[in-house]
């Protein structure tokens, strides 16, 4: 459900994923900065080595929770050490999800799903897996590379989380990507 080996961007491009590049066009805090509160939980789908998990943490505070969420256990322990460089090693959490679910149990107030949805096989179990960990009214933002999701891709997936229990809220414009922000339904 989350990744076959062969879709998803292997961890020795790791370095690709989170670079200062990558970090002035795809700004954390101009991203997700908006979303997310002092003392929530958030949830980081498909994290790699970390760039937002990282600014996650720093977002949520001492009193709030990251979980940072791969299927490569090498993006994992990359994150971990960063995460302890950072001193944020008590709110990252860091699971590794399986190839059928994510298998987490908590409950998220913000989720971010940035560039991996497009390599997950099954979108239907893997957004309704998503929204059942969202709280009500919590949201999750979704963002796909213009260059790997087609639009009509792109809207197929906001069908498919409109059908999980989730409501659109916005399109954020992100450089190079095509991007929807979704709201839980309150009941």
């Not at 997700?32 to 977002?59: H, N, W």
């Not at 989720?111 to 991996?116: R, S």
């Amino acid at each position: 459900m989350i990744n076959e080996p062969a879709r998803i961007c292997p961890w020795q491009h790791a370095w690709f994923l989170d670079n200062c590049v990558r970090r002035t066009i795809h700004n954390p805090d101009r991203i997700i900065g908006r979303y997310i509160e002092k003392g929530q939980t958030v949830l980081d789908l498909g994290c790699g080595p970390g760039m937002f998990s990282l600014a996650m943490a720093k977002m949520v505070g001492e009193d709030g929770k990251v979980i940072s969420v791969d299927i490569q256990e090498e993006m994992l322990q990359i994150l971990r050490k960063q995460s302890e460089n950072a001193g944020f090693q008590s709110r990252i959490y860091l699971h590794k999800s399986r190839s059928d679910g994510i298998g987490i149990r908590d409950s998220v107030d913000f989720a971010l799903a940035f560039y991996m949805v497009h390599e997950v096989p099954d979108k239907t179990g893997f957004l309704k897996e998503v929204a059942a960990h969202i709280k009500p009214l919590g949201m999750i933002l979704i963002v796909e590379p213009k260059w790997h999701v087609s639009e009509p891709s792109f809207e197929e997936t906001v069908d498919v989380a409109k059908h999980s229990g989730l409501r659109l809220i916005s399109r954020p414009k992100i450089l190079f990507s095509r991007a929807v922000l979704l709201q839980k339904n309150s009941g």
